[in-house]
């Protein structure tokens, strides 16, 4: 059973960068996108982005000028890092395993999510 | 357009069937997927494609799509199914994933 275990630092200040990594245990790390999903408090979810095995990325482009996921698939790990947050970017972060097809039919899911890393932007 | 519209409320009696949409452009083309998430917790995918169950998720949730509108329905609703629940699917570039605004669905 693929579990997601995730970490990082949940207190910033304006201005700094936020990073957190997601550990993937007992599945196939290729095959995939990895994905990060946030939730401010409140509030519906926001995708934030993905990367497959080889380190192909997606954004979503209102974060893209800010966001950079890398992956490390030796050790089955996928890393987010968002530059100069604001009070805005507070919010629960949470890592996911993303895959989809268009082959004769068009769908995309995320069946497994990481427990989420509440990030916090506070002076 | 990229966004996926939900109606933000719903509400049910114990045992009744509710359906919630999700209305998009992108839905034309791709499947929407479900997830369901109670306070504090993942969300977790109850549907996705036509109308995919993951593992042990209830027989009694189900999916439906027409045009530019998908659906998601829990027949026979039970106290437990009360929580927001969002639709997703891919935006029409293919490259991005959209989430829909949510709907809580209280079991009343």
């Known amino acids: 059973q693929v579990q997601l275990q995730q970490w990082g630092a949940g207190l910033l200040k304006p201005s700094e960068t936020l990073s957190l990594t997601c550990a993937v245990y007992?599945?196939?790390?290729?095959?995939?996108?990895w994905g990060w999903i946030r939730q401010p408090p409140g509030k519906g979810l926001e995708w934030i982005g993905e990367?497959?095995?080889?380190?192909?990325?997606n954004y979503n482009p209102s974060l893209k000028s800010r966001v950079t996921i890398s992956v490390e698939s030796s050790k089955n790990q996928f890393s987010l890092k968002l530059s100069s947050v604001t009070a805005a970017d507070t919010a629960v972060y949470h890592c996911?395993?993303?895959?989809?097809?268009?082959?004769?039919?068009?769908?995309?899911?995320?069946?497994?999510w990481g427990k989420g890393t509440t990030v916090t932007v506070s002076s | 357009s990229s966004e996926l519209t939900q109606d933000p409320a719903v509400s049910v009696a114990l045992g009744q069937t509710i359906r919630i949409t999700c209305q998009g452009d992108?839905?034309?083309?791709?499947?929407a997927s479900w997830y369901q998430q109670k306070p504090g917790q993942a969300p977790v995918l109850v549907i996705y494609?036509?109308?995919n169950r993951p593992s042990g998720i209830p027989d009694r949730f189900s999916g439906s799509s027409s045009g530019n509108t998908a659906s998601l329905t829990i027949t026979g609703a039970q106290a437990e199914d009360e929580a927001d629940y969002y639709c997703?699917?891919?935006?029409?570039?293919?490259?991005?994933?959209?989430f829909g605004t949510g709907t809580k669905v209280s079991v009343l």
């Open positions: 990367i497959n095995h080889s380190g192909s990325t």
């Open positions: 992108s839905l034309r083309r791709y499947y």
């Open positions: 997703n699917s891919r935006d029409s570039s293919g490259n991005h994933y959209v």
């Open positions: 996911a395993r993303g895959w989809g097809t268009t082959a004769g039919t068009y769908y995309y899911y995320m069946d497994v």
């Open positions: 494609g036509k109308n």
């Open positions: 007992g599945g196939s790390f290729s095959g995939y996108y």
